[in-house]
Every structure is written in structure tokens, then in C-alpha cells.
């Protein structure tokens, strides 16, 4: 069984910090990695995808990215409130599956 | 709209009843999925589909039917439903799942009694 995890959290983090989120999977040939966003009541949206190692940035959001380690993270600078939501990470596997692990969810005090 | 569209919102059935959630996506994406959402548990797949005509097991296909005649529709069957179904059913779609975004719909409260 492919696996994806992620600490359920919450995440505490004050407004204005960095909030790092982490990601392992089980899989390792698996070649596309995500990051959705999902705020309570609402389906996930794409925030940030990655495909090498290495890092990607985007406005405040960085994914990092380790196949040797099976890791992927998410960076979020400037933590903000509206931030505040579960946080997905989800992996294509070699039969263009896309397995999500169970989310974190992330809150961010004013 | 363009868009990924589920019906209904929400939907209250008795043990034992067949149901159907409707999935309708305008893009034309090749890939379609079904996922259940549970409390502890994420969002697990239940079946995919990689065109018209071609269907394939998730996680956790069991109580499950699927079926895609035409690109754009691809609706879940619960064959007989069990108190254990009661979940949030999303459905998704991407063009090309390894390279890009799985677009997902509203969603799907189904409970079970």
C-alpha cells in the first residue's frame, strides 16, 4: 500500500512566522509532488506543485522537495490568518494516481 | 459554467438504497477521480478513470460502481449503502495528472441512516 503522511496537527504559528509543513511518502518511484490547501467545508484547491529536487518559489510559499528521503515540505513565510486551513500533500504514483496523505491543519494566531 | 460540477450537494438515504452522485466536468480533462473524505483519514481514492470507457480501482473500491460513457460525466453508484459510506465524496479532474492540476468539485455530503 502506497503511503502518504503528514502530522494531523494543528500547526500553531503567530501571525507574521514561518510555517513549515511536512510531507513523507512510501512510493519510490513516484515523480510529481503536491500541495493543496483545504478550508473547512471547502474541496482543495493547488498551491504549489514540484517535480525535481530542490526548491520552488512562489510568492510566500516554498516547496522543497528530496527523493533520496522520500520528503517533500511546504514553507509558508509571512503567516497570515487567512492562511489558517488543512494543508494536503499528495503524490502521483507510476499509474497516475494521485494519493493524498491525511493533511495538516494549520492555524495562524493574529 | 466551465468547471467541475457534483450533484447533489447533499443527500440523506437509507441503508440498503442505491444511489448515485453525478460528476460533470466541461474541460474535457482525459482524467476523472472519485474520493471519500473522512475525519482521520484524508481524502482516499475510490476509482479513476484515464478516458471514456476506461475505469480503474483506488484504495477503496469496495460498495463502489463507476462507469464513464462520455468524456465529461462520471458518475459513483453505491450499490447498496452502508452507514460506513456516510462521507464527503469529492470528484476531481485534471488533464494531465503528472504534470498538472486535479481540478476538484463542490463536493458531496452523503449520510447514511
Known amino acids: 500500500q502506497k503511503e502518504v503522511e503528514q502530522n494531523s496537527g494543528p500547526l500553531s504559528v503567530p501571525e507574521g512566522a514561518i510555517a513549515s509543513l511536512n510531507c513523507t511518502y512510501s512510493?519510490?518511484?513516484?515523480?510529481?509532488f503536491f500541495w493543496y490547501r483545504q478550508y473547512s467545508g471547502k474541496s482543495p484547491e493547488l498551491i504549489m506543485s514540484i517535480y525535481s529536487n530542490g526548491d520552488k518559489e512562489d510568492g510566500r510559499f516554498t516547496a522543497q522537495l528530496n527523493k533520496a528521503s522520500q520528503y517533500v515540505s511546504l514553507l509558508i513565510r509571512d503567516s497570515q490568518p487567512s492562511d489558517s486551513a488543512t494543508y494536503l500533500c499528495a503524490v502521483m504514483d507510476s499509474s497516475y494516481k494521485l494519493i493524498f496523505g491525511s493533511g495538516t491543519r494549520l492555524l495562524v494566531r493574529p | 459554467d466551465a468547471g467541475i460540477t457534483q450533484s447533489p450537494r447533499y443527500k440523506i438515504t437509507e441503508t440498503g438504497r442505491q444511489v448515485t452522485l453525478m460528476c460533470h466536468q466541461t474541460?474535457?480533462?482525459?482524467?476523472m477521480f472519485w474520493y471519500r473524505q473522512d475525519l482521520g483519514h484524508g481524502l482516499r481514492l475510490i476509482y479513476y478513470?484515464?478516458?471514456?470507457?476506461?475505469?480503474d480501482k483506488g484504495e477503496v473500491p469496495d460498495g463502489y460502481v463507476v462507469s464513464r460513457s462520455k468524456t465529461e460525466n462520471f458518475p459513483l453508484t453505491l450499490e447498496s449503502a452502508t452507514r460506513s459510506q456516510t462521507s464527503v465524496y469529492f470528484c476531481?479532474?485534471?488533464?494531465?495528472?503528472?504534470?498538472?492540476?486535479?481540478?476538484f468539485g463542490q463536493g458531496t455530503r452523503l449520510t447514511v441512516v
Open positions: 474541460w474535457s480533462h482525459s482524467y
Open positions: 476531481a479532474s485534471s488533464e494531465a495528472p503528472g504534470l498538472g492540476e486535479a481540478f
Open positions: 512510493d519510490r518511484v513516484s515523480q510529481s
Open positions: 478513470s484515464a478516458a471514456a470507457d476506461i475505469t
